[in-house]
């Protein structure tokens, strides 16, 4: 059965950092591409990170330098690293899978599983 479950969000200020935790059950982390999503209220939900099967990852503009997204193949599991974390940050964080090797698709309706997210909120 395919499960991903995110950890790690929480409340934090301007400049601060938390780390996210996505637990995969289900798949392999070698054969999958995973992103890291978020969605704030009123807004659509928008591609943060990925990694895919090689490895390679993709950053948002607006994360990029701030936010790393990695995995650990043997505890099938993935990362976000974010710091220097702004208000515009905050949002309902998810993870996503989707089968493909070395490939990460764009958008959310490309991602064949999700989990059920976790929320960031960043204070000035």
């Known amino acids: 059965q395919v499960q991903l479950v995110e950890s790690g969000g929480g409340s934090v200020q301007a400049g601060g950092s938390l780390r996210l935790s996505c637990a995969v059950s289900?798949?392999?982390?070698?054969?999958?591409?995973i992103g890291w999503f978020r969605q704030a209220p009123g807004e659509e939900r928008e591609r943060v990170a990925s990694i895919d099967s090689a490895g390679t990852t993709t950053y948002a503009p607006s994360v990029k330098d701030r936010f790393t997204i990695s995995r650990d193949i043997a505890k099938n599991s993935a990362y976000l690293q974010m710091n220097s974390l702004k208000p515009d940050d905050t949002a309902m964080y998810y993870c996503a899978a989707e089968p493909a090797v070395n490939y990460c698709p764009q958008t959310p309706r490309d991602y064949i599983a999700w989990g059920r997210g976790t929320q960031v909120t960043v204070s000035s």
């Open positions: 289900g798949y392999t982390m070698s054969n999958i591409c």
